[in-house]
């Protein structure tokens, strides 16, 4: 059996011998099973051959098992002989190791090369004859000594080295000392040289005798100074600097300020500044309203009747103590002789020179009355005098009663006129009556005089009539509004009522002025929010408006009342219809129930009868019946607000007032206005003037002139118109547009822009100026004193 | 032919012809629903006035304030119009009044002014417009020179005036004007109730202004039955294009809320659809308004100036007969047989409120087709040349449009007449270069002068059926002298649209582009100064450099010093170096 060879390890004897029984009974099983046994038997040995060989099998997987678990024992032990094996054999490396180590070491400091072998050492020989006491010493403290020695004598030997380079370093400071007091010998010689030279050139001039000090001294001083100054300027360099500064001095005083000024100045035409503020002050032009009033006599005989024209005048100018404003009477053109007054008048013959006729009194005999009775014809400029024919003054008489009387009624008629002139004049001119003290001592009918001797209410209304009416213009716009806060009224018969009540009027004023009239209806009108509402007062039964409020009334941001284009003021009339609820409305104080608003225009509040029923409303259209009352109203307001004067009764009388009156407030503020523009083109020198201004200002004082000639001569249409053109010139010179300036460019504004270029250039320009100006100075006392 | 294809304003057309010599004053208003939840609502009010009353400045319901400016400034007729927005003619259909009561981007201004030569014309049209902007307080006196036109063939006055008279057509345009609240409340000031009764009482600025597009006409004109029966008539015209949504946001609150997620109405049909991702669905109904929201106030009442007659159907509503509206006690409805159109009679003197709740929409009041589209916009790129390009789309596939087209350009846009090109695209999209020519048959121009007058193109085109004709040139940019440049230069300088004609002069339809930003080229408005400054300082340099040479002494610094040392600063300096060594000389003993 091959196995059995090779297995010899007792302890897998039993293993293969199992093995080999187990092979038995498997084959004993296979017999068994043959399947040609066909026996019945064959089950029942079969399974106990079976069981026999499971025994077998158990006994070998336990044989095997052991086996396994005892390879698994010798193999740790092997693997722990052979750890020790492998620690003993690295044991023995290292010893190696350390062996070579030190090897290495021994023959390392074997041949160590040191120094003292190699120091340069005089040689043994020598030393041993130097010192022979050594000669016995090994060679060891021998060369203990020997590099002892020499430590010694090197000691030594650098010492003196250091004591000789001491030496030679003082060597050379003193050498370096010699040097620079030779340089310093050099210098001293040279200024020396140029000092003896100047002075020696000097002396040849003056040719007197120095002390032979001088130069010495000098060479001292240099010497501490040791300093050169430069060489004194040429007198040709000096001329040729102020050559250059005076050169440039000139292009720029020449030059450049010329340009400067041309391009920079503003065009300002030249004003008679003069006249304007004398016409200003009323020295020009003092206004006079010489009135001519005509008398007709028609039962009179001549004589009689220049007798009683002349006692009459004599009255009124007793009477008249307001110089300016004079009444001259005349006979009419059928009588030829003329007051003495009057030589001026009818020299001038001429029917477009002639003055107007202010009033026409015609004396008319009456059988039935005892004193004589005037009257004042509403139409026309006519006063009718009556008187019993008694009364015809005899030519002796000085002073008749009927002269008086005329006299009188004449002096009562112009008395408002006269305080309207008087308050016209003295607010034109508040402080002339202080300033022009002394000078007008001598002449007591200032206007202040007269407004003192009239009653202070008279004042008061005509001050305000003043202040309410408006500025003259030639053209007014009339505006009729009829405002309504709800939606009716909504029409009006306004084309009828204007041309019924308006129309008479604006013709009567056409010699004054033009103007233009427009309509219009405006529904829900409401009040300004925050304005005073009306309050029902009981007492009054009526809804009523504060005085104090009706500056508030007029809604003016949501009323359209917009000024008419074009030239000239708008005089606006509302024509204001209560809501039904509201109505009617009256002005608490008064129950007036309508106003004025001071240049502006009127209010009238129509209160129109309400219709009834359970909603109470306003009539949808306004008759001219019903607008009546308003428009009369109305055209009182036109002619308060037009300035003019409320007495007498006769219209063409207050027409005729009024022309004067227009003719002297033009006057006053043109001549004002030229006033203003002199003043302003005096104190704002930076304002251009241009041409046309000029002219106008010529245009206006020429037309102030003739005005006031007219004036004098008691031409007041003329006058009017003259002073009409002066204001409108005068205006339109005083609110010139080119005079404002639109880009204005203040002179701080310009220098701030250019100064970068005027401040470096200024500056060295100016100080050259001023060093050449002080040697100037300096060279003049120099030269002052010696001759 | 036209008219007749817009049915609802032939029927205004014809409503206010019946009207006309019966009453003196009459006003309207019409609403009409446009897709995308927007209101049309175009107000009318007419009044007139006798030609002898007015001549004589008797105003009744005529403004004086209008007419006292007439009678200043010679006027015959006069057209005034303020637009804001843009009309979106695809969704919106032709343009209410066919565009006859249409202006410009900003404010537009054309009149008949009777002068006897040209000059006298203009005089009188600047006191026009002087006038005018005081009156509108819109800044209508920079209509100047540069920008006032004579056009040939675009305006024809639509009132009769006596053959003799010597009338001048003027038109200026403003197109960079704003137009807002200032220009409405003197515009209500002139109808005879003032905003305060009747229609009117709707127009408030804060909703009128807040609209998509608002157009606001005043014209004037007279009209005669016989030569010698003649009225004055105004009408004003306020027409407006209101964003529902927008318009019914709270006064007190205006600023717009987002819906909460509940309200949305998604298409959950979408793939993309989600919680956070929501497709919105086209709303099928309409939505619900009343009066009183979207204006925020109700009609109070009527504005009692006409008789009974003209007092009737005022407010007019077009929106399918079955839809169900609410309205205020008192007014009665009428029903038009059109069966898209219902008017109001209102009571005198109770406020009226006309309530639309919301309704599944059936069927819809028809849009009519705009007979032609225009664009106009400025091409290419730089600050020194451009071009223009005008687009003009007939939609109709049977008729040609023949219409005029009218431009005015400012002096600083140079264009060049002979790049004027025109290509046409058909239907089929491809484009076709044709010669110009073959477009246009006829042209007046007048060119520009620097600073005196803009450039005045007038056109007489005709488009093909079912096509697109494209006109182009080129043009150059002007640059400005200094002082002309606005404030605002950097913004741009606006071209006013351009204005197309169609139609007779019986009929005709009015349509207006976008108006134009013009880049220029703006300088740095520093520049002077700094120009002033910097050569001052080399000047400056210069002067000094070659002044010291010439003036200067020349030494050594040897000598310099020594002469330093003479002079007083010389000695100073050497005081003030020896005071400072010896205060340091101690402090460092000190140390």
Redesign the interface.
């Known amino acids: 059996m091959a196995v059995r060879e090779i297995v010899t390890d007792s302890s897998l004897l039993p293993v293969l011998n199992s093995s080999a029984e187990t092979r038995e009974q498997c084959e004993k099983l296979l017999a068994v099973l043959d399947p040609l046994n066909e026996s019945s038997d064959i089950v029942l040995a079969a399974s106990r051959e079976q069981k026999q060989l499971f025994a077998y099998l158990a006994r070998l997987r336990g044989l095997n098992r052991d086996a396994i678990f005892r390879v698994r024992e010798t193999k740790q032990s092997t693997a722990e002989a052979r750890q020790e094996i492998d620690r003993l054999h690295l044991q023995l490396q290292n010893l190696y190791y350390e062996q070579r180590h030190l090897t290495g070491e021994i023959a390392a400091c074997e041949s160590y090369d040191h120094k003292y072998l190699s120091l340069p050492l005089i040689p043994v020989d020598e030393f041993l004859s130097l010192f022979p006491d050594h000669q016995d010493l090994d060679a060891h403290e021998l060369m203990m000594t020997r590099i002892n020695h020499e430590h010694a004598e090197r000691e030594k030997l650098e010492q003196a080295r250091q004591e000789l380079l001491k030496r030679k370093q003082a060597l050379i400071a003193e050498n370096n000392k010699r040097k620079e007091d030779l340089a310093n010998l050099d210098q001293d010689l040279e200024r020396f040289i140029d000092h003896a030279l100047v002075m020696i050139s000097k002396n040849e001039d003056l040719a007197s005798s120095q002390t032979p000090s001088t130069p010495a001294n000098d060479t001292m001083s240099s010497k501490t100074g040791a ?4 060489p004194p ?1 040429t007198p040709e ?1 000096i001329q040729t ?1 102020f050559k ?2 005076a050169a ?1 001095w000139a292009v720029i005083i020449f030059l450049g300020f010329p340009i400067w000024w041309k391009t920079t100045s503003i065009y300002r035409a030249r004003l008679p500044i003069q006249d304007m503020v004398e016409g200003a002050d009323g020295k020009a032009c003092r206004p006079v309203f010489p009135l001519e009033i005509r008398f007709e006599t028609p039962s009179l005989p001549e004589s009689e009747a220049y007798h009683l024209l002349r006692t009459t005048q004599h009255t009124l100018d007793d009477l008249n103590e307001f110089s300016a404003h004079h009444l001259r009477l005349k006979l009419s053109d059928d009588h030829t002789i003329a007051s003495d007054q009057d030589i001026l008048g009818q020299s001038q013959s001429a029917t477009d020179r002639k003055a107007d006729i202010t009033l026409t009194v015609r004396l008319l005999p009456r059988e039935d009355l005892s004193t004589p009775r005037s009257e004042l014809h509403p139409d026309t400029t006519r006063l009718d005098v009556y008187y019993p024919p008694s009364q015809i003054p005899p030519p002796s008489a000085s002073s008749p009663p009927l002269s008086a009387y005329i006299a009188g009624e004449l002096q009562s008629l112009f008395t408002e006129e006269k305080a309207i002139f008087a308050q016209i004049l003295s607010d034109n001119n508040p402080g002339g009556a202080n300033t022009n003290g002394p000078s007008s001592a001598n002449n007591p009918q200032q206007p202040s005089s007269i407004l003192n001797s009239i009653s202070p209410q008279l004042a008061e209304n005509i001050s305000r009539r003043l202040r309410r009416s408006m500025k003259y213009a030639e053209t007014y716009h009339l ?1 009729f ?1 009829l405002f309504t806060p709800g ?2 009224p ?2 009006w018969d ?2 009828t009522a204007v041309e019924e009540y308006i129309s008479p009027l604006l013709q009567a004023f056409a010699p004054i002025s033009n103007f ?11 009040f300004a929010p925050t304005a005073p509402r009306p309050e029902y007062d009981e007492a009054q039964a009526a809804w009523t408006l504060k005085k104090d409020d009706l500056s508030a009334f007029i809604n003016a941001a ?1 009323w ?1 009342l ?1 000024p ?3 030239s000239g003021p708008t005089i606006n009339f509302i024509l204001y219809v209560p809501a039904p609820s509201q109505s009617p409305m009256v002005v608490t104080e008064n129950r007036a129930t309508s106003w004025i608003i001071p240049q502006w225009g009127g209010v009238f509040l129509l209160n129109p009868p309400l219709s009834t029923g359970d909603h109470p409303s306003n009539p949808p259209h306004l008759s001219q019946e019903a607008l009546r009352p308003a428009f009369l109203t109305f055209s009182h307001q036109l002619l308060t607000l037009l300035g003019a004067p409320a007495t007498p009764a006769s219209l063409p009388f207050r027409l005729q007032t009024l022309i004067r009156i227009r003719a002297a407030t033009l006057l006053l503020s043109a001549s004002s206005t030229m006033g203003s523009l002199a003043r302003l083109t005096e104190s704002l020198p930076s304002i251009p003037i241009p041409a046309n201004v000029a002219t106008s200002v010529a245009t206006t004082l020429s037309h102030l002139a003739s005005a006031c000639e007219h004036l004098r001569e008691g031409r007041f249409q003329a006058a009017l118109a003259d002073a009409r053109v002066a204001e409108a010139e005068a205006e339109r010179s005083f609110f010139e547009k080119s005079m404002v300036g639109q880009a204005y460019f203040p002179d701080e504004h310009k220098v701030a ?5 005027l ?3 200024g500056v ?2 100016i100080v ?1 100026l001023l060093k050449e100006l002080k040697k100037v100075v300096t060279g003049l006392k120099a030269k002052g004193p010696r001759p | 032919m036209i008219v007749l294809s817009f049915p609802f304003l032939f029927l205004l057309v014809a409503f206010s012809s019946l009207t006309y010599a019966t009453s003196d004053y009459h006003e309207s208003l019409v609403l009409q629903p446009l897709p995308q939840s927007s209101l049309l609502a175009s107000f009318n009010f007419r009044s007139n006035a006798s030609q002898s ?1 007015f001549d ?6 005529f ?3 209008l ?3 007439l009678q ?1 400034a010679h006027t015959e007729e006069l057209h005034l119009r303020f637009t804001t927005g843009r009309w979106d003619a695809e969704s919106w259909g032709s343009r209410p009044w066919n565009g006859v009561k249409e202006g410009n981007t900003g404010v537009e201004l054309w009149a008949w002014i009777d002068a006897t030569d040209d000059q006298e014309a203009f005089a009188k049209w600047i ?1 026009l417009t002087q ?1 005018l902007s ?2 509108f307080c819109a800044s209508l006196n920079f209509i100047d020179s540069t920008r006032t036109t004579r056009p040939v063939a675009s305006f024809a006055p639509t009132g009769d005036h006596s053959v003799s008279s010597n009338l001048h057509l003027l038109h200026g345009t403003l197109p960079g004007e704003v137009v807002c609240t200032e220009n409405l409340t003197p515009f209500l ?1 002139l109808l ?3 905003g ?2 009747g229609v009117a009482s709707l127009l408030d600025g804060h909703k009128l202004f807040d609209a998509s597009w608002q157009s606001m006409s005043v014209d004037i004109r007279r009209v005669c039955s016989r030569p010698d029966d003649c009225l004055v008539q105004i009408e004003q015209t306020v027409d407006i294009v209101l964003d529902l949504e927008r318009s019914k946001r709270p006064r007190d609150n205006p600023i717009p809320r987002p819906v909460s997620n509940e309200q949305l109405v998604c298409d959950t049909s979408k793939p993309y659809h989600g919680e956070d991702t929501c497709y919105p669905l086209e709303k099928t109904s309409e939505g619900g308004w009343s009066l009183s929201e979207i204006f925020g106030r109700t009609v109070s009442g009527v ?3 006409g008789d009974s007659q003209s007092a009737e159907e005022t407010i007019c509503l077009r929106v399918p007969h079955e839809r169900g509206v609410a309205i205020s006690d008192g007014a009665v409805e009428i029903r038009k047989p059109d069966g898209f159109t219902r008017c109001y009679t209102l009571q005198p003197s109770s406020a009226f409120d006309l309530v639309m709740p919301e309704q599944e929409a059936t069927t819809h009041v028809p849009l009519d087709e705009p007979v032609l589209r225009a664009e106009r916009t400025i091409v290419g790129h730089g600050v020194e040349r451009g071009g223009m390009r005008i687009i003009f789309d007939n939609p109709s596939d049977t008729d040609a449009v023949e219409f005029m087209y009218f431009e005015t350009l400012p002096w600083f846009l140079r264009p060049y007449v002979h790049t004027l090109q025109a290509t046409t695209t058909g239907r089929d999209g491809v484009r076709r270069q044709v010669p110009s020519s073959q477009f246009i048959k006829e042209t007046f121009y007048r060119p520009a002068i620097d600073r005196e007058r803009g450039t005045q193109l007038e056109l007489a085109l005709s488009v093909p059926a079912a096509s697109i004709v494209t006109l182009t040139y080129h043009f150059e940019k002007a640059i400005l002298r200094y002082t002309e440049y606005p404030p605002d230069a950097n913004r741009g300088f606006n071209v006013a649209p351009a204005v197309i004609k169609l139609g007779g002069h019986e009929n005709p339809i009015y349509i207006r582009t976008t108006s134009l930003l013009l880049p220029l080229p703006t300088p740095d408005f520093s520049m002077p ?1 700094n120009v ?2 910097l ?3 080399v ?3 210069a ?2 450099s070659i ?2 040479l ?2 200067r ?1 020349f ?2 610094v ?6 330093n ?2 002079s007083l600063k010389g000695r100073l300096a050497g005081k003030v170096i020896a005071f400072r060594d010896r205060i340091k000389g101690k402090s460092s003993k000190v140390e």
């Not at chain 1, 300093?227 to 430069?230: E, F, T």
């Not at chain 2, 004589?56 to 319901?61: G, L, P, Q, S, V």
């Open positions: 300093r050169r100054l430069p300027e360099a600097r250059v500064i440039f505006a509004s939606s009716e909504s029409s306004v084309k233009t009239v427009d309509t219009q209806v405006q529904l829900y009108a409401t949501e359209p917009s008419s284009i074009g822009v250019y100064l970068p270029l401040g470096p250039i060295p320009l050259g | 009353s004589e400045r008797n105003y009744r319901h403004p004086r304030a007419g006292q400016i200043h006191t006038s005081g009156l000031k005879p109730c003032k305060k009764a504005c009692p100036l100064y002033i400054i050569t001052s300082t000047i400056a340099l002067f000094g002044f010291n010439l003036v002494r030494v050594s040897e000598e310099a010093a020594a002469l040392s003479q």
